[in-house]
Structures are given as C-alpha cells and as structure tokens.
C-alpha cells in the first residue's frame, strides 16, 4: 500500500519546450500533494502544495507561471515546466499526502524524474 | 518557522559496527519527526517516525531513533552497519497543513 508513480522517470528536452510530469496516488486517494526539487547532492526543496480541485501554493521565489500544477483528481496531480531552460535540469520529486493504515496524514514519496534540459 | 539540522555532511562507518547519524531541530509546538533514506536516483523511502510516546523510535531495516526533547534532537542509529545501509539520510519535520521541512542530509558510507 501507499505507493505513489511519477511518470517519466527521466526526461531529456531542449530548452524552450515544456515537460509534463504527472504523480499519481496509486492505492490511495491524496487531496494535497506536493512538488519538491533536489539539487545534486542537496536537499529536497518544496516548491509547492497541489490540492485538488483548487490552485496551487507556491513557495516564495517559485514562479507559478513557469511550474504550473494541476490536481485535477483525487490520484492526479501534474508539474509542466514551461519553456525549459538548462537551469532547470533537476530532479524533482512528488508526495502524496494520505491516510493509510496507521500512518495517518504522513507523506508518501515517487521515485522522483530526472529532467534534462539542453 | 521550524527548521532541522544535520551537522554532518557524512558519516562513514565500518560494518557491523554501530552508526549515529544526528538530527536537531526547532520548531513551536509539538514535534512530529521524521527520517527518511535516498539511494541514487530514486525517491525518498521511509524509515521511521516520532509523533508521541516512547522516546525510542523502531523503524524499517533495523533502523531506530531516540527523541530528546531537552535538547531538541532526533538522532538516527543503527546497532550493526550494513554495506547496503550506504545512502543519503534525511531528518524531517513536519509543520502546518502536512509540509515537511527537510535537513541538508547526511550521506552514510558504510565500508566492508
């Protein structure tokens, strides 16, 4: 139980297109999830809380209009970044908040994507 | 706002003897902690969690943590290293609607 997907698990693109990351929630159904970023051999950073069926939070110094998130089901959220440059080449990781068994309101993590800009 | 510290960027180990990887932090209230590992390329798997009662945490792979409260710490510990235990640990903890704050991580070298 309580495993999440992130679908690619690695993309390469060129800079100036957009990617689309999707999390989804497999056994269980998450309202909030959330988008962190990890630098090589740094910390996971979060750059924003996705609740279903309402806009994103962003943390401060993210642009919303660069990472836009979409939570349109209950096991669904999505991270496009739009007009990618190399400075966005990260890893980024996705959670799904959920109660499941006695691990009630905890975090659950995908393997994360490993996304390439050229 | 809460924060967690993780003073050592690594910590190297010989199996099969005993590993302490540490972890303080800060925050109002009452601490929800958490610790997480990291192997290369993948996501965050979890190992262990404090919320209430004994101070002494059992996690996943043998794993366990001590809470002290007196001097904010939430150190990880293991009686007998594996080479595979070798990765990247993080200490969390957890603040208002469910966000986590994360430490810089640790990365844990086991040797043979």
């Known amino acids: 139980g309580a495993v999440v997907s992130q679908h690619p698990s690695w993309v390469i693109c060129k800079s100036g297109t957009s990617v689309k990351i999707e999390c989804r929630s497999l056994?269980?159904?998450?309202?909030?999830m959330f988008w962190y970023r990890q630098f090589p051999k740094q910390s996971l950073m979060l750059m924003a809380t996705?609740?279903?069926?309402?806009?994103?939070?962003?943390e401060q110094g993210v642009e919303k209009d660069k990472f836009l998130i979409n939570h349109a089901s209950l096991t669904l959220s999505t991270l496009t970044v739009t007009s990618a440059h190399p400075e966005d080449s990260s890893f980024y990781i996705c959670?799904?908040?959920?109660?499941?068994?006695?691990?009630?309101?905890?975090?659950?993590f995908g393997p994360g994507t490993r996304l390439t800009v050229l | 706002a809460q924060s967690v510290a993780q003073p050592e960027d690594q910590v190297n180990v010989a199996e099969g003897n005993p590993l302490t990887v540490k972890c303080t932090y800060s925050?109002?209230?009452?601490?929800?902690l958490f610790w997480y590992v990291q192997y290369p390329n993948r996501g965050l798997q979890f190992l262990l969690k404090?919320?209430?009662?004994?101070?002494l945490v059992k996690g996943s792979y043998g794993f366990e943590a001590e809470f002290n409260k007196s001097q904010t710490s939430f150190h990880l510990k293991k009686p007998s290293a594996l080479v595979s235990d070798s990765a990247l640990y993080f200490c969390?903890?957890?603040?208002?609607?469910?966000?986590?704050?994360f430490g810089k991580g640790t990365m844990l070298l086991v040797s043979p």
């Open positions: 056994d269980f159904q998450a309202t909030t």
């Open positions: 969390a903890v957890r603040g208002a609607k469910g966000t986590l704050t």
């Open positions: 959670s799904a908040l959920g109660a499941l068994g006695g691990r009630y309101n905890e975090q659950f």
């Open positions: 404090y919320i209430t009662g004994d101070n």
């Open positions: 996705s609740n279903e069926g309402s806009k994103a939070t962003y």
């Open positions: 925050v109002s209230g009452n601490p929800y």
